[in-house]
């Protein structure tokens, strides 16, 4: 504040030297101050400012006066008007206005008055460049701390999204202490004179005050991270405990809260007096405050959502699909087995658990119906999901319910679908496949087989072998029936054993399972809206962008340009997909002048699948397809209309 006072107090007193001595020269003065301030309120008050000074009668002074007051305002304008040209322009402008002013009127004034504007100037002059050489060594003192207090701020910030509240909580510490220091170096009392400087003063300001708000900021979350105990949430003997998920939300608020503030304080010291390195470093710090802001958002988003979802107000079921891309399907894989899990108070009891047969045989064809989305309808509709009579679905839906690959529709379908199929009203559905179940055997250890009923070493499925296991070699189990019944025991046992057992804290769960979420292996379906938007905003929603003409992601994201999608749905009912690769090229030609954009995509599939030495159903087909002949239907999803294809 007091640098906005200074400004226009030198301004109205140079204003004021040359006011009453001036007549033509003031007008033009003013008026170019006004017009160059590159404002119509700033044209308007200039050219007032100047028609005024001329036209105002001189009674006793008052002339000088006014015109004084009125050239400041024209000048103050000039002065926060950021012109484009160059660094300082409006500054050097109005400078040399206020000088030419203040010159000619010093000239005219009495020698006493010219005399004590000597003396002043004598005194300020060194005043200010002892102000501005205490600021540099100011700044010169704090950059080490600055630089220390930088590093160990963006670390704790990476260790907070890691999920390391104890290392976030050590690193936020050792932030805090470096710019106190820093801000220790920059107040010092020679610096304080670089307040009274014009340019110095806003960068002083700047890094004064952007050094102590970090400073509190650091402080503040280290101590709010001591309320933070994620190593408390983890699942133990298949409960986890909804008031220690609950004791989040305060911490986390606070933490917010501090976050916030920081990013006020950015916004608080921009100013158009500071110079471009210093412009661009305030740039990037609003830009990394901006991003924890809203990954802070998100965590208390989720602290918020996380009782609820956990059975605190209620019990909660949920659908669990178990996928296989051995037979493609848009989602991740045909879902060959499902569960029922029910969360009550935190408890998570397995209630279901069967193979999609059962579903398909739960209801007599003609007595299911599916009412919606629209557009999953009318695009998968006729694979047995309305092509019924009266629209109802076929008798086999369940096995093709995963061929979209926009998770947010399939699981609005299954939730409709479930309970048409033997089950209850469901909360939300979870999908995952065979590569996400190889993770979580990370937490559950090895699962083991009947004696003799698979090919895997010394009969246990490891997070090593599962993958493979579950994508063909339980294939070699040529029988169908005891195939399905291994991989029933398999999925069942790692299923209780997950929801019976203790998990790791959510930070080791995020270094596993994180890599299946970001693949679209693991993905989430809320039926509430709010629950939905939790979902969406983590990157569990698996839902795909839509893209407005403008190429901006209208839901799930903030992604911006063009947007592509590809999914297989197996077309020829067995288990070849195994043996299924394929490559994409994607390539896209913008002409700015036109305003329009081109693009070609190149997708190469190969099919590796031998034509002997696997059981039928795995290269045969029941639609009479010759052994090792794939059939896949490709969807591709894009902005751009397709204008030719070639195959």
């Known amino acids: 504040m007091i640098d906005t006072i200074l400004v226009a107090f030198t301004v109205g007193l140079v204003t004021w030297l040359g006011a009453s001595a001036l007549r033509w020269d003031m007008a033009v003065a003013t008026i170019v101050a006004g017009v160059a301030s590159w404002s119509i309120a700033g044209a308007l008050i200039g050219f007032a400012a100047g028609v005024g000074g001329y036209a105002i009668p001189d009674r006793r002074g008052v002339k000088s006066v006014i015109t004084a007051a009125m050239v400041a305002v024209a000048l103050n304008l000039l002065c926060r008007s950021q012109l484009d040209l160059f660094f300082g322009a409006s500054s050097i402008i109005g400078i040399a206005i206020a000088l030419a002013i203040s010159a000619i009127g010093l000239h005219r004034r009495t020698p006493a008055t010219r005399r004590a504007v000597r003396i002043g100037v004598l005194v300020a002059a060194p005043l200010a460049l002892l102000g501005t050489v205490g600021l540099a060594h100011g700044v010169w003192s704090a950059a080490g701390d600055l630089r220390s207090a930088n590093r160990q701020a963006e670390q704790a910030l990476d260790q907070l999204g890691d999920g390391d509240v104890a290392a976030a909580r050590a690193s936020f510490t050792g932030a805090a202490a470096a710019f106190q220091q820093a801000d220790g170096a920059l107040s010092n009392p020679v610096a304080q004179l670089a307040r009274f400087v014009p340019i110095v003063a806003q960068h002083r300001s700047a890094a004064v005050e952007l050094s102590a708000g970090a400073a509190t900021m650091s402080t503040a979350i280290a101590e709010h991270l001591e309320l933070v105990n994620l190593g408390a949430l983890t699942v133990v003997d298949g409960r986890i405990d909804v008031d220690r998920v609950r004791a989040l939300q305060a911490p986390l608020l606070a933490i917010q809260t501090q976050i916030e503030t920081l990013d006020r304080s950015i916004a608080d010291v921009r100013s158009p007096w500071l110079i471009g390195p210093a412009d661009e470093r305030i740039d990037e710090l609003a830009t990394d405050v901006e991003a924890q802001r809203e990954r802070g958002e998100d965590a208390l988003a989720v602290a918020i959502a996380a009782p609820a979802l956990l059975g605190g107000d209620g019990p909660r079921v949920y659908f669990i699909a178990f996928t296989t891309p051995a037979e493609a399907r848009g989602l991740g894989g045909f879902m060959g087995n499902w569960a029922e899990m029910t ?305």
């Open 343 to 647: 969360v009550d108070d935190g408890t998570i009891t397995l209630t279901k658990f069967g193979r999609t047969d059962d579903l398909e045989i739960a209801a007599a064809p003609g007595t299911r119906f599916i009412t919606g989305p629209a557009d999953w309808l009318s695009r998968y509709g006729a694979f047995q999901l309305n092509s019924g009579e009266n629209g109802s679905t076929s008798a086999m839906p369940w096995h093709n319910i995963t061929m979209s690959p926009n998770m947010e529709s399939t699981g609005q379908v299954i939730a409709e679908l479930y309970p048409q199929s033997g089950g209850q009203s469901i909360d939300g559905v979870f999908s995952l496949d065979v590569f996400t179940l190889a993770r979580f055997l990370r937490f559950t250890g090895p699962i083991s087989l009947p004696e003799g009923s698979g090919p895997v070493d010394g009969g246990q499925i490891t997070s090593e072998n599962a993958a493979k296991f579950l994508l063909n070699d339980q294939y070699d189990q040529t029988k169908l029936d005891a195939r399905v019944d291994v991989l029933e025991t398999f999925s069942h046992a790692m299923v209780d054993a997950l929801l019976t057992g203790s998990l790791p804290p959510p930070a080791d769960l995020v270094d596993v399972l994180g890599p299946m979420v970001d693949q679209g292996r693991l993905v989430a379906y809320a039926v509430r809206a709010d629950e939905q938007d939790i979902l969406r905003r983590v990157g569990l929603s698996g839902t795909l962008p839509i893209v407005d003409a403008f190429g901006t992601a209208t839901t799930d994201g903030e992604a911006s340009g063009d947007a592509l999608a590809i999914s297989f749905n197996n077309a020829a009912g067995n288990k070849i997909d195994y043996y299924l690769g394929s490559a994409a090229t994607y390539t896209v030609t913008a002409d700015a002048t036109t305003n329009t954009a081109t693009a070609s995509l190149e997708l190469v599939m190969t099919n590796s699948a031998p034509l002997e030495g696997e059981p039928s159903y795995v290269i045969g087909s029941p639609v009479d397809l010759p052994l090792g002949e794939n059939r896949t239907y490709v969807s591709v999803f894009s902005r751009l209309p397709v204008t030719e294809l070639l195959i």
